[in-house]
């Protein structure tokens, strides 16, 4: 069973930053291709970085591409997701998923497992 756990979400005002965690359990996360999503109440849940397995390829979406960095820390089965220049339309509930792939339209990616979730608010 491919378990993931996200952590670090919380309130930040405008153009603040966070970063977010995704600890995987009870496999390698190198393996796999990771993606990172959001729900924003009311809207469809759309797909906003992703990591490729072994090589690391990123994507990203449009609308975060300059503010957003994904990277993974083998040693720690960890995928982050470093959130900069944050704005309130950023916030949601943010769910890291194992995908098929890592695919260059992030909004196409298949997912093989999700995790619970964790909610960032950007507000004053």
């Known amino acids: 069973q491919l378990q993931l756990v996200e952590s670090g979400g919380g309130l930040v005002q405008p153009g603040g930053s966070l970063r977010l965690s995704c600890a995987a359990s009870?496999?390698?996360?190198?393996?796999?291709?990771i993606g990172w999503f959001r729900q924003a109440p009311g809207k469809e849940r759309e797909g906003v970085s992703c990591?490729?397995?072994?090589?690391?390829?990123?994507n990203y979406a449009d609308s975060v591409k300059g503010r957003f960095s994904i990277s993974r820390n083998n040693a720690r089965n960890t995928v982050y997701l470093q959130m900069n220049s944050l704005k309130p339309e950023d916030s949601a509930i943010y769910y890291c998923?194992?995908?098929?792939?890592?695919?260059?339209?992030?909004?196409?990616?298949?997912?093989?497992?999700w995790g619970q979730g964790t909610q960032v608010t950007v507000s004053t």
């Open positions: 998923a194992v995908v098929v792939y890592c695919s260059t339209d992030v909004s196409s990616m298949a997912v093989r497992s």
């Open positions: 009870g496999f390698t996360l190198d393996y796999y291709a």
């Open positions: 990591i490729s397995s072994s090589l690391g390829t990123t």
